[in-house]
């Protein structure tokens, strides 16, 4: 199961047929080339920011430390294949998209058929819990990690 964001156009109103899909997840095409992975999906300042650091890193290693410098390549990749759903999601964001929510579901067309179903989980509408202390605790973790443990 993948987590897939949702989001409506500018100005929608409730369930619209225009809302957008968006995996979140790692991008394996990202790793390879990130600077056409990110011009695919409009973001041009990442994208060109992209390819001129790799293009110093390829010109900066010397010539006998070419692995060094597709190694580097090859990280920076793998941040963007990491974080490029997250830097989609600003892009639309900042385009006046509205967040409606996340759905869990097997492909896009499942996520579809959720998202119209009303089954979405929007941050803003769920309630509080409250954990075995009787403090309130955010719906979107999960209970105790290993940060909120208390040495004694």
Known sequence: MRRYRIFEPPGAEGRTEGARFLRDGFRPFAVVLPSLWLLGHCLYLPAVAVFL??????????????????????????????????????????????????VWARDAID??????????????????????????????????????LRSA
């Not at 010397?62 to 692995?67: A, R, V």
């Not at 963007?80 to 998209?97: D, H, K, T």
């Open 53 to 102: 650091v790799d293009i110093l890193v390829m010109v900066a290693a010397p010539g006998d430390d070419l692995p060094a410098a597709a190694l580097l390549s090859l990280l920076l990749g793998l941040g963007v294949a990491l974080e490029g759903s997250s830097l989609v999601a600003r892009r639309l964001m900042r385009l006046g998209w509205r967040d409606a929510g996340a």
């Open 111 to 148: 996520a579809e058929l959720l998202y119209f179903a009303g089954e979405t989980s929007d941050v803003t509408q769920q309630e509080t819990l409250v954990d075995r202390s009787g403090g309130s605790r955010s719906p979107l973790r999960p209970g105790q990690s290993l940060f909120d």
